[in-house]
Every structure is written in C-alpha cells, then in structure tokens.
C-alpha cells in the first residue's frame, strides 16, 4: 500500500532555509509549514503547496511530495 509523504524538511535543508523564511516568503502560516515538516499535518492544501512551491522556485512538486511504500 502507498503512502504520501512530504519531505519539504529536506528540500529546506538543501536550500539552508528555515520554517520561519519560508512562511514569509510563501504567506503560509507557519504553523501549517511545521506540521507538514513534522508529518503531524492530516489534510494537504493544494493551495499551501503551490505557494510554498512558488516561494521555493520549484516547478516539480515531487520535491515536496512523494510516495512510497508504507512499509517504508
């Protein structure tokens, strides 16, 4: 069975930015920003993940979320 998960944490550490930039730069809580870093975030908002994207300057939203395997 697949599961989604978000590796935002990763690509903010390659991009040596932190939650708090992020929420600045994309207009996203930074709350909303934690918890999909943390993976304590249920639902996605399709509109969040466009802005963080455009923040990021990412055109490939797999860089945010992917799916793998849950016994991964």
């Known amino acids: 069975m ?7 944490g990763d690509l903010l550490k390659q991009k040596g ?17 934690s918890e999909l870093v943390n993976g304590k ?4 908002n399709f509109r969040h993940i466009e802005q963080i994207a455009e923040a990021l ?5 797999r860089k945010i979320i992917t799916l793998i395997d849950e016994g991964d």
């Open 57 to 61: 300057q990412i055109t490939d939203i």
């Open 2 to 8: 697949k599961k989604v998960k978000i590796t935002l």
């Open 41 to 44: 975030r249920e639902n996605i």
């Open 17 to 33: 930015m932190s939650i708090n930039e992020l929420s600045l730069q994309s207009d996203v809580r930074r709350a909303a920003i």
